[in-house]
C-alpha cells in the first residue's frame, strides 16, 4: 500500500483557489501530525502547513491567511485549501506525517501547482 498519494493540483490564476487532497495509510494519519511540503524549482522542500491529530494547525508566514489545513479522521485525508493564489506558490506539493522536524513515510509523488500572473 502507498502510504500517501497526493492529488488536486493544476493550472489555476492568481487570485484563484485549489483544494488538495492527500489520503494517507490509516497508520500513518491516526498516530502523528500531517503536513504540506512544497518545493518550488530550484528550490529546498519546505513545509507549509501543519495539523496536529487533535486539529492544531499552523502555518508558514509566506501562506498564513491564504492556506487552510484540515484533515478527516473518517477517510485518513489531509486537505489544503489554498486561497488567493500567487505565482509564488507555483511548487509540486506533498504531504508527509510529522514528529517534530522528522517525517515519518516515504514521499508520495506530490501534486504540481502552477499558478499563472
Known amino acids: 500500500q502507498v502510504p500517501l498519494v497526493e492529488s488536486g493540483g493544476g493550472l489555476v490564476q492568481a487570485g484563484g483557489s485549489l483544494r488538495l487532497s492527500c489520503a494517507a495509510s490509516?497508520?500513518?494519519?491516526?498516530?502523528?501530525?500531517m503536513g504540506w511540503y512544497r518545493q518550488a524549482p530550484g528550490k529546498r522542500r519546505e513545509l507549509v502547513a501543519k495539523?496536529?491529530?487533535?486539529?492544531?494547525?499552523n502555518y508558514a508566514d509566506s501562506v498564513k491567511g491564504r492556506f487552510t489545513i484540515s484533515r478527516d479522521a473518517a477517510k485518513n485525508t489531509v486537505f489544503l485549501q489554498m486561497n488567493s493564489l500567487k505565482p509564488e506558490d507555483t511548487a509540486v506539493y506533498y504531504c508527509?506525517?510529522?514528529?517534530?522536524?522528522?517525517?515519518?513515510?516515504?514521499w508520495g509523488k506530490g501534486t504540481l501547482v502552477t499558478v499563472s500572473s
Open positions: 490509516r497508520s500513518i494519519f491516526s498516530a502523528n501530525a
Open positions: 495539523i496536529t491529530t487533535g486539529g492544531d494547525a
Open positions: 508527509n506525517a510529522v514528529r517534530g522536524t522528522m517525517t515519518m513515510a516515504s
